[in-house]
């Protein structure tokens, strides 16, 4: 490839998947074309980011190939054409799957995860897969078989987890769009980081089979809490791959059927009821992410929507942020060894009966009883109903993703030891988590959207969170605030 052809691909690089997709019906440029400009990125880029860690650049090319003799046989599908990337979580076969587990460096599964193979149906070029932390159980993205993926705009500091291997390609140019994962904010919170879109579905909507640590097989499982999404750098985008990923597993239902999902409940700013929600009562809101809240909260003020700061509808913030963990880390546990679990066993019932911190919570819910497990699951069942009651008031609530922009790496093995620094004063690491967790314990569609930059230049982002299975109310307000306050910006 030429020089000057180099240069010239160059300007598809941080196109929409829309944009693109018109170029390629109208002739305008090749998918071999767009996937060779993306691969020529990559191979510039990603020696200091370190996105993409299972790199397949002769698929891809035989991929883009397919896609353009396809369009000149007059073949149209969603993303016919389309470079993307897959977080190394989705089974690929022929290619890794590790979870950055050093055990498994070896497992090569020998079929596709459904969404990719969706991905791959709706024409989509996978250039390669993305970087994720150990077992995807960080907010940052490093593991001793692939490395550190570094922030885009500040290589010191992390992309996020899990799904931070994602953000960074797309904040990279390294593809229009990448499919991720959501238990603890894994889409929202590398979106948050690094500039970008993601949307964690409402729980069930997306089908996660193949999305599973090696080396289990490949079953349609119903995770309670863990979700698979798009991510991209539109909130148009994310729609446009949602349609690809909706739709329940055929091993489960027979055939696949399309997901009608009802319709946004307005198309227009002016329309939208909105609570905004900045406070939480277990952990600060840093200055930086507090002005994105409020830059957001300002443009749907002065848009015409409704927008109101305070609601007795609200479900309690601090017993959702408990359930949430206890839920979470009672399931975190479940493989561990038994010599593990017995210390862990120890560590809790040391605990005084007082110790009500999250901490304890953790503690506590790492060896929880079924019987424990029932009484929490019951409680969520009554946060499910008080959601339902504040969705009939409100169409979406605006709120942090986490308290910071990204933060600086820090490897320290003992992880709940490690502490988050929120305007200079320190908190336990997982914390952070209780932002995240509000729209997935009751298992809520959130969508991450870009609010701006902090004074250092970092990115900073807030979750748009919608009513159950009204998933296309928070994308439409998404893509609204994006037409009235900017969206993505490149590094």
């Given at each position: 490839m030429r020089e000057?052809d ?14 693109l997709s018109t170029?390629?019906?109208a002739?305008?440029v090749s998918?071999v074309?767009?996937?060779e400009?993306?691969?020529a990125?990559?191979?510039?880029d ?7 860690c299972v ?12 896609a353009?003799e396809?369009r000149?046989?007059g073949?149209?599908r969603?993303?016919l ?7 190394e979580c989705y089974?690929?076969?022929g290619m890794p799957?590790t979870?950055?587990?050093?055990a498994h460096?070896?497992?090569v599964?020998?079929?596709?995860a459904?969404?990719?193979a969706?991905?791959?149906a709706?024409?989509?070029?996978v250039?390669?897969k ?14 001793e078989i692939?490395g550190t993926?570094n922030n ?6 992390t992309s ?6 994602s ?5 990279s140019?390294f593809?229009a769009?990448?499919l991720g994962?959501?238990?603890a904010?894994?889409l929202?919170?590398?979106a948050?980081f690094?500039g970008?879109?993601a949307?964690k579905p409402t ?5 996660t ?7 289990a ?7 309670d ?7 991209a750098?539109t909130?148009?985008?994310l ?8 739709g329940p597993d055929?091993?489960?239902h027979?055939?696949a059927?399309?997901?009608a999902?009802?319709?946004a409940?307005?198309e227009r700013?002016?329309?939208f ?13 840093g200055?930086a992410?507090?002005?994105g809240?409020h830059r ?6 002065e848009a015409g ?10 479900p ?16 975190s546990?479940?493989?561990f060894p038994v010599?593990?679990?017995e ?9 005084s ?7 304890a919570?953790?503690s506590?819910?790492m060896v929880f009883s079924?019987?424990?497990?029932l009484?929490v ?16 008031e409100f169409?979406?609530?605006?709120c942090p993703i986490t308290?910071t922009?990204a933060?600086?790496h820090?490897?320290d093995?003992?992880v709940?030891?490690?502490?988050i620094?929120i305007?200079g004063a ?10 995240a967790?509000l ?6 569609p959130?969508?991450a959207?870009p609010?701006?930059?902090?004074p250092?230049?970092?990115?900073v ?5 919608g ?6 109310t928070?994308l ?13 910006q490149?590094p």
């Amino acid at each position: 490839m030429r020089e000057a052809d180099t240069v010239e691909f160059m300007n598809w690089d941080f196109e929409s998947a829309a944009d693109l997709s018109t170029a390629l019906r109208a002739g305008d440029v090749s998918s071999v074309e767009v996937t060779e400009a993306a691969i020529a990125r990559i191979e510039r880029d990603d020696k200091v980011v370190n996105a993409i860690c299972v790199p397949d650049f002769g698929r891809a090319r035989k991929a883009a190939r397919r896609a353009d003799e396809a369009r000149a046989r007059g073949e149209d599908r969603p993303l016919l054409g389309i470079p993307v990337t897959v977080k190394e979580c989705y089974n690929v076969a022929g290619m890794p799957t590790t979870w950055g587990m050093p055990a498994h460096r070896d497992y090569v599964p020998t079929e596709d995860a459904l969404q990719v193979a969706r991905l791959e149906a709706a024409g989509a070029v996978v250039l390669g897969k993305t970087n994720v932390p150990l077992g995807l159980q960080d907010i940052q993205s490093f593991n001793e078989i692939y490395g550190t993926t570094n922030n885009p705009w500040d290589h010191t500091r992390t992309s996020g987890g899990s799904s931070g291997g994602s953000a960074a390609a797309l904040a990279s140019g390294f593809g229009a769009l990448s499919l991720g994962s959501d238990l603890a904010g894994s889409l929202r919170t590398p979106a948050h980081f690094c500039g970008v879109y993601a949307h964690k579905p409402t729980v069930g909507l997306a089908p996660t089979r193949g999305m599973v640590a090696p080396p289990a097989p490949a079953l349609p499982v119903d995770f309670d809490l863990a979700v698979v999404g798009p991510m991209a750098r539109t909130a148009r985008d994310l729609t446009l791959l949602l349609d690809v990923m909706a739709g329940p597993d055929p091993l489960t239902h027979g055939v696949a059927y399309d997901v009608a999902l009802p319709p946004a409940r307005h198309e227009r700013l002016s329309e939208f009821r909105v609570l905004v929600i900045e406070d939480h009562p277990l952990i600060p809101t840093g200055s930086a992410v507090r002005a994105g809240v409020h830059r957001v909260a300002e443009a749907l003020a002065e848009a015409g929507a409704r927008v109101e700061r305070r609601s007795p509808l609200v479900p309690d913030l601090t017993e959702a942020a408990t359930l949430y963990l206890q839920l979470l880390f009672s399931g975190s546990v479940a493989y561990f060894p038994v010599d593990e679990y017995e210390q862990l066993r120890r560590r809790a019932s040391e605990l005084s009966v007082a110790d009500q911190s999250l901490d304890a919570a953790r503690s506590r819910a790492m060896v929880f009883s079924h019987r424990d497990w029932l009484a929490v699951n019951n409680r969520r069942e009554l946060h499910r109903h008080g959601w339902r009651q504040l969705f009939a008031e409100f169409d979406a609530v605006v709120c942090p993703i986490t308290p910071t922009p990204a933060f600086p790496h820090d490897h320290d093995p003992d992880v709940l030891g490690r502490r988050i620094d929120i305007d200079g004063a320190e908190y336990p690491y997982f914390d952070q988590l209780v932002w995240a967790g509000l729209a997935t314990m009751p298992g809520l569609p959130a969508t991450a959207v870009p609010a701006g930059r902090s004074p250092e230049g970092l990115p900073v982002g807030v979750q748009l969170i919608g009513p159950m299975f009204e998933d296309r109310t928070p994308l439409r307000l998404a893509e609204l605030l994006e037409q009235k306050i900017g969206g993505f910006q490149a590094p």
